[in-house]
């Protein structure tokens, strides 16, 4: 890869670690199409790709947890079943068009969150424990399995949900997802390496320093009084173009 392209990638790389990680979000979603777009093969970077993420959503779950924002009793009903079937999902081998419908839907999902963010930051409710376990199950196994198909952590699908129905606010959601995404993405590399997958250590090492960064900045932002809220709106714009790109090619 020629310099100027690799440059423009970690700078990429780097923005998309900032603006994700601000909502308690890996990046998987932006990390595969920036690498998509820069013409690495899908079984090449998937690995790299949930490293990435593991490392960010890491980042961003401690900043948020020390922030107060952290409640497992959230959280374990989906990751019950999500782990599991994102185990399932990462050992599926599939196929470039369900792939690349997954992927869109991903970003498109991840574009619903960034633009809506001011609309869905409402003081959340409570809820009852049996219905977070009625509607936590079968939705964290259904995430899962979508995350390790497509190697992301799935908290880009779970975060929408949260803020709609009013179980959390925006920053509980950004810990509750942050916790979602490293336990998927966890699952989902290690189903990817039984699979025979390996890492481009010479890919992964610069990328791994941009997205730490990246994150840092991002979780802390996200976490305390500061508002992102141009930039998220923009990659929000971003993204459900790149989403719907991706759809659209299918036909």
Avoid at 128 to 156: H, K, N, Q, S, Y
Avoid at 177 to 182: E, K, N, R
Avoid at 210 to 230: D, P, Q
């Amino acid at each position: 890869m020629q310099g100027p392209v690799w440059a423009i990638l970690i700078l990429g790389v780097l923005l998309v670690a900032v603006l994700y990680s601000s909502v308690g979000h890996g990046g998987a979603s932006g990390y595969l199409a920036l690498l998509v777009l820069a013409g690495f093969a899908r079984p090449e970077i998937t690995p790299v790709v949930l490293v990435l993420n593991i490392l960010v959503a890491s980042i961003g779950f401690v900043a948020y947890r020390r922030a107060g924002h952290f409640s497992s009793a959230l959280l374990v009903p989906f990751v019950v079943a999500s782990i599991p079937a994102a185990f399932v999902g990462g050992m599926l081998a599939v196929d470039d068009r369900a792939y690349r419908f997954i992927l869109g839907c991903a970003l498109a999902a991840a574009a619903i969150r960034f633009l809506l963010v001011p609309s869905i930051a409402s003081p959340s409710r409570p809820i009852p424990t049996r219905r977070t376990w009625e509607i936590g199950l079968p939705v964290g196994a259904v995430l899962g399995l979508l995350a390790g198909m497509v190697g992301i952590g799935g908290g880009i699908f779970l975060s929408p949900l949260l803020l709609f129905m009013g179980w959390a606010d925006a920053k509980q959601t950004a810990a509750v997802s942050a916790a979602f995404i490293v336990l998927n993405s966890l699952t989902g590399l290690s189903a990817q390496f039984l699979r025979g997958a390996s890492l481009d250590w010479s890919l992964t090492l610069p990328l791994l320093a941009a997205v730490a960064v990246g994150g840092a900045i991002g979780s802390f932002l996200g976490a305390t009084r500061f508002s992102l809220l141009a930039l998220q709106r923009l990659l929000g714009i971003v993204l459900a173009l790149a989403g719907l790109k991706l759809i659209a090619e299918l036909w």
